[in-house]
């Protein structure tokens, strides 16, 4: 699929920069103008052929914060990067609007803008809306119901970990197809749009709900989990059903699953601003189930409606957490949410930690716990249950030479 981009600058020269950046980095095509009424025009006539536009916030004519006011009128649902010499407290006011208005924003960054920046925008992007990558075909829907049909729903487990500490606060279920006798296991960029559909995305979360709670109690057993979560993810429309707070309750009661172990993940695809939505919500705070927000970030639930909300956890995007540590915004974002969180008695998840970087950074923000491929890959039972053993004598032995140590300089 094409990614098209639109810079709308009053420099040429810095539109020149730009635009060659982005061709060192595979973008389809660079288009650019110097100011946002000529900018607004564009995006009125073909609103769905720019992925991506390039804002800077002092223009003659319409500036930028003007624009990006209006944007939301438009329905615009590429990525917004803000890229301005204006000082910094300008620039976040500027995100705010994009943010307040739905926008996804993949960055606001101060000039000079680097290409490296300008490459994690595009992964932000690319994150945000899967259907831009067409690395992978997807499943059809026959190969999905044989699937189902099968039971070859499988759970994944991946550990969630405070940073500070380095102990495991819980573990999320990420569901895993396989399709006919094939080893490889489809990821649910591949079949969950499809399930969802047609119908069937209640069938695949009964299948990986049920077998998770069932293995939970292995997982629950092991010395480091006995007070770590299970987080199983619902999405909104999900939300909005009244047979989810039952049915989780009666598959707890099934595997004698402590309930309050639990934690219900809202995927934020869509707006929670159902009346459906928010008693579901409700109910399974009732029940002493957890509610995470996952995904928060992507542009649908805003800082009033995670006040409002009964939710006990929040989980930051990926699309955030990627460049955190070169990112004043994120950073501002990240520090936010954990005072909001600290007033609330809502923890605080960062996730899709890959960098060392961005985790070396994360180190020095107190209270944070971190999920992604740094910490570890989402696993199956039976490779978690080796993984967890193999750490839990790699603690044994490093305790040993650390007393060893002590021994050694006392005497």
């Known amino acids: 699929m094409p990614l098209n981009v639109l810079i709308i600058d009053d420099s040429l020269s810095y539109c020149q920069l730009l635009s060659k950046y982005f061709s060192e980095l595979n973008v389809t095509s660079v288009d650019y103008c110097h100011d946002g009424s000529e900018a607004l025009q564009r995006l009125r006539e073909r609103r769905d052929r720019y992925q991506i536009l390039v804002v800077d916030l002092h223009m003659p004519g319409m500036d930028g914060i003007e624009l990006l006011s209006k944007l939301s009128g438009l329905e615009y649902r590429g990525g917004v990067i803000i890229a301005s010499g204006m000082e910094s407290r300008i620039i976040e006011a500027a995100s705010q609007i994009v943010l307040g208005a739905h926008l996804r924003l993949l960055g606001a960054l101060m000039k000079p803008v680097c290409k490296t920046q300008l490459n994690i925008c595009i ?14 075909p997807a499943m059809t829907l026959q190969s999905l119901r044989e699937s189902i049909k099968q039971n070859k729903v499988v759970p994944y487990y991946q550990p969630q970990v405070e940073v500070g500490t ?38 695949v979360s009964e299948q990986l709900i049920g077998t998770a709670l069932k293995e939970w109690a292995e997982i629950g057993l092991q010395p480091e989990c006995r007070h770590a979560r299970l987080s199983i993810n619902l999405t909104p429309s999900q939300l909005g059903q009244s047979y989810w707070p039952r049915r989780l309750l009666s598959f707890c009661h099934k595997w004698q699953v402590d309930i309050s172990r639990v934690t219900v993940e809202i995927t934020e695809n869509q707006a929670l601003d159902k009346q459906s939505q928010h008693s579901g919500i409700s109910r399974l705070r009732l029940h002493n189930f957890g509610v995470a ?22 989980k930051l995007d990926i699309s955030l957490v990627r460049g955190i540590h070169m990112d004043p915004l994120a950073q501002t974002i990240l520090k936010s949410l954990l005072d909001i ?51 839990q004598r790699v603690a044994v032995d490093t305790k040993g030479l650390e ?3 002590s021994a050694t300089y006392r005497h």
């Open 123 to 136: 992964e932000r992007l690319l994150m945000m809306v899967p259907e831009l990558n067409t690395s992978k």
């Open 166 to 203: 380095g102990r495991i606060e819980g573990f999320e279920v990420l569901c895993r197809m396989q399709l006919g006798a094939q080893l490889q296991l489809m990821t649910p960029d591949r079949f969950m749009a499809l399930a969802e559909r047609y119908n069937l995305l209640n069938a």
């Open 293 to 314: 927000i996952d995904d928060f970030g992507t542009g649908y639930t805003n800082l009033t409606q995670l006040c409002r909300l009964p939710i006990s956890e929040l």
């Open 341 to 391: 969180g600290r007033q609330l008695g809502v923890s605080v998840v960062a996730e899709g930690v890959e960098d060392p970087r961005d985790y070396r950074y994360l180190e020095s923000v107190p209270g944070l716990i971190v999920q992604g491929f740094l910490v570890c890959r989402p696993k199956p039972l039976g490779e978690l249950v080796r993984w967890l053993k193999a750490r």
């Open 403 to 405: 007393a060893g140590s």
